[in-house]
């Protein structure tokens, strides 16, 4: 279920008979499982839940209670077993005996891993101590939407009280950690009855005594919650009503295919940004509404929310009456410099002595009037996760506005979690970025042999693709496989032939709303065809320059305009041929357009040099596997050229070649790597042969 439908009740997924026979830590895991795969209950990577189980002691065979709670960096919606952290209740209990006071807080973090049970790998989190010291057997921690709702409203202890009695109790904004773990066992202590509690501006905690109670209990608190606020603002018009209309669904892409490259360059000066669009329903409704700016620039409210989207958002000047596209675009750098001024503002106001360097300046989220939100991260699932968080934000807003007044977080309380030490810790920590992370390729053929393991070779370094291709069938095919391997976000489809001039400009439209951009072109549809001279009709030899020479310039041009608009630089790979170097009988217009689409490379290198366009050119020569070039006429014409059959093809090239190998595609994507990669990044205008050495094709 998407979280873009904030206003319908959640239904219980509990299944008594997939339940039935579960160990205690096999119900922790279903119940999260089952609890987080609703983005409605809590966003990604939000929240936690727990257990209190008895086990034996490896080392003593004692039976002990040992906490079960997700640890450090998961998700509830797709933790696994291993996903959660195990500790001794009696060594956590023992821990506040070293607690010195809230200022010493974090030193307890350093603690937690001296209490694990069983020698278990996965790290404790910080929320530990907040489900250690609730007196309950099983508890949950999650951001619903409709509750934060209710915990960012500026009387929310008493809308609280309102809406659930005594049943659920208010504590106020707190930093998560040991201190708040005391409140909560404070609170259970002298609130018995109790089935949970809203923390302000942050979400809430429920328990119960089974897994089964606990789970029904988040479920009808978050239901409760979601009723009465439907209820309430049944009769007033969100965010102030309208106050423009949105564009069309085909505008709104148009004007945010001409905005996101743009954006792109400003913000992709340390590191390449990808980027996402969402004009959803949800995302529609806030972004032509009359408050949207008064409450965008309040900032979100739940410390899940700004870690991923920054505090507040960039609202664009766009205003879609006029459709002024061309104005927004040439006060873009103002824009976002004056956001960096006032970021860079926020910091100095806010920062301590100890506080981490200033992170990157430039914001997340972008609201664009009439036509929906845009997101930029280091990577796709980022953008993706941060443009969901903002949709949660939204409907925070929505329901906190229209029953009291919304209340960002204070500015002071939000920079001491962004700039948290522990978070920096856990920043530190994270591994170095792939060499092409944050570079989006597009690649033409994308759906053959070649294209395809060059696809597979860049998104193994972490760049995001998007396979361009007429044949449907294989696309999908293609993406779906690739897709497996590194995840639904990093791949996409466009039906793109190389020769039609408007679909060319369609598809990196297209590229520029999936991903925000271009970093590498992949030049490389292509097909063979042979004939002797006078066999060769012009419709034969048009096709070859049509699709080889003018497709590669077509899509080159494309590519050099995204990457001025960008102004980040560029690299453009030529898939070209030997046979474009080296004479082959019965393949001139095969190899005449080779050997353009190998000039062309040559002038656009010397075009492209000053704006840090780099081009080069890879040849390959015989990839016979992989490749449906060599599965049509191309085979039986070679075949019967040399008076043999595929095998024996492939067994003369290689005894053919001077280093007597055979040529793979996945040798081709080497090298469009190498030329794509910053590993390169000295080299224009350059060729590498991959076809095993061939003295015709060395190049002088
Ligand atoms: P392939 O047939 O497996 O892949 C080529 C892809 O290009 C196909 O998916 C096809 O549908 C697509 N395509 C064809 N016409 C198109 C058009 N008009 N618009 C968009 N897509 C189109 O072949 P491959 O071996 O992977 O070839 C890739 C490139 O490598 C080609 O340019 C080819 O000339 C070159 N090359 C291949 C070899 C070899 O031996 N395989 C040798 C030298 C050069």
Known sequence: ?????????????????????????????????????????????????????????????????????????????????????????????????????????????????????N????????????????????????????????????????????????????????????ELGLWLEDFCRKNPDADGVILGSHGLFTWGNTAKDCYDMT?????????WLTDTTKDTAAFGGPRHNSLSPADRRTVAARLMPAIRGFVSGNQHMVGHFNDSDTVLEFVKAQDMERLAAMGTSCPDHFLRTKIRPLVVNFDPAAQNTDDVLAGLS?????????????????????????????????????????????????????????????????????????????????????????????????????????????????????????????????????????????LSATADALSQRYGGDVVRTVNMNVTDESAVARAYAELAVELGGVDILVSNAGIASSAPIEETTLALWNRNMDILSTGYFLVSRDAFKMFRVQGIGGSVVFVASKNGLAASPNASAYCTAKAAEIHLARCLALEGAEAGIRVNVVNPDAVLRGSKIWEGDWLDQRASTYGTDKEGLEEMYRNRSMLKRSVLPE??????????????????????????????????
């Open 1 to 117: 279920m998407p979280k873009d439908t904030p206003n319908t009740l959640l239904e219980n997924r509990w299944d008594a008979a997939a339940a039935a026979g579960m160990t205690e830590p096999e119900l922790l895991l279903y119940r999260s499982n089952i609890l987080g795969q609703d983005k409605r209950v809590t966003n990604y990577g939000g929240g936690n839940t727990s257990a209190k189980v008895m086990e034996t002691d490896p080392l003593t065979g004692d039976t002990v209670e040992v906490l079960w709670v997700k640890g450090s960096g998961g998700d509830i919606g797709s933790i696994k077993m291993d996903g959660f952290s195990t500790l001794y209740m009696d060594k956590l209990t023992a821990l506040k005996d070293l607690y010195r006071g809230v200022e010493f807080e974090d030193e307890m973090v350093g603690y937690l891993p001296h209490c694990t049970f």
């Open 119 to 178: 020698l278990n790998p996965r790290a404790a989190s910080i929320d530990t101590p907040l489900h250690a010291y609730v007196p309950r057997k099983h508890v949950d921690h999650v951001h619903a939407d409709a509750i934060i709702a209710i915990a960012a409203a500026s009387n929310g202890e008493q809308l609280t009280q309102q809406i659930f009695g005594d049943k659920i109790g208010w504590l106020p904004w707190k930093r998560p950690g040991f």
């Open 667 to 700: 040798d081709i994507a080497e090298a469009a790597y190498f030329l794509a990669s910053d590993r390169s990044s000295k080299s224009t205008g350059n060729i590498i042969n991959v076809d095993a050495g061939n003295v015709q094709a060395f190049t002088r």
């Open 334 to 474: 103002d824009q976002i410099a004056a956001y960096r001024d006032d970021y860079a503002a926020y910091y100095d106001r806010c920062k301590r002595d100890d506080s981490p360097a200033m992170r990157d300046p430039n914001a997340v989220v972008y609201l664009v009037p009439g036509v929906g939100m845009i997101t930029f991260a280091k990577d796709k699932a980022t953008a993706r996760i941060s443009s969901e968080f903002y949709v949660n934000a939204i409907n925070v807003m929505r329901g906190a506005d229209a029953v009291s007044d919304y209340t960002g977080l204070p500015e002071q309380e939000a920079f001491d979690i962004e700039y948290w030490l522990l978070e920096e810790a856990k920043l530190q920590r994270m591994p170095a970025p792939k060499s092409l992370a944050g570079r989006v390729a597009l690649v033409t053929g994308g759906a053959g042999g070649i294209g395809a393991a060059t696809a597979d070779r860049y998104l193994s370094e972490g760049a995001c693709v998007m396979l361009a291709d007429i044949d449907d069938g294989a």
């Open 219 to 227: 479920i009808t608190v978050i239901n409760q919650a979601t009723a």
